[in-house]
């Protein structure tokens, strides 16, 4: 037993053209057939819908790895030019330490000389 319907002009039979109509009776297997296609349209559609969202999802995690791996790069380039930074301070600090011991066994040498110089001054004033 087959029951008949009445739908509206968007749906057709297969085959025809749309016509302007404005009620148009059809048979239930058309319909039925008219409904699936429907059916699995959306549902392609809807398939259609998640892949572009999950590709899009991928594509930001994938993104926001990227900056991650990027500001750890640019950390470490930081820290490494701070650790040089540190170094190039301690071996100026060390150079100015032995330029100063430099100049301190100068100072004390020389002291040394003139002391010398005083005594065979003395020396040779009594004789």
Same mark, same amino acid.
């Given at each position: 037993?087959?029951?008949?319907?009445?739908?509206?002009?968007?749906?057709?039979?297969?085959?025809?053209?749309?016509?302007?109509?404005?009620?148009?009776?059809?048979?239930?297997?058309?319909?039925?057939?008219?409904?699936? +296609?429907? /059916?699995?349209?959306?549902?392609? @559609?809807?398939? *259609?819908? &998640?892949?572009?969202?999950?590709? =899009? $999802? #991928? !594509? %930001?995690?994938?993104?926001?790895?990227?900056? +991650?791996? /990027?500001?750890?790069?640019?950390? @470490?380039?930081? *820290?490494? &030019?701070?650790?040089?930074?540190? =170094? $190039? #301070? !301690? %071996?100026?600090?060390?150079?100015?330490?032995? +330029?100063? /011991?430099?100049?301190?066994?100068? @100072?004390?040498? *020389?002291? &040394?000389?003139?002391?010398?110089? =005083? $005594? #065979? !001054? %003395?020396?040779?004033?009594?004789?």
């Amino acid at each position: 037993m087959c029951l008949l319907a009445v739908v509206p002009a968007t749906v057709r039979r297969e085959g025809e053209e749309e016509e302007d109509r404005e009620a148009l009776p059809v048979d239930c297997q058309t319909v039925n057939t008219v409904y699936k +296609k429907e /059916e699995e349209e959306e549902e392609e @559609e809807e398939e *259609e819908e &998640e892949e572009e969202e999950e590709e =899009e $999802e #991928e !594509e %930001e995690e994938e993104e926001e790895e990227e900056e +991650k791996e /990027e500001e750890e790069e640019e950390e @470490e380039e930081e *820290e490494e &030019e701070e650790e040089e930074e540190e =170094e $190039e #301070e !301690e %071996e100026q600090e060390e150079e100015e330490e032995e +330029k100063e /011991e430099e100049e301190e066994e100068e @100072e004390q040498e *020389e002291e &040394e000389e003139e002391e010398e110089e =005083e $005594e #065979e !001054e %003395e020396e040779e004033m009594q004789e």
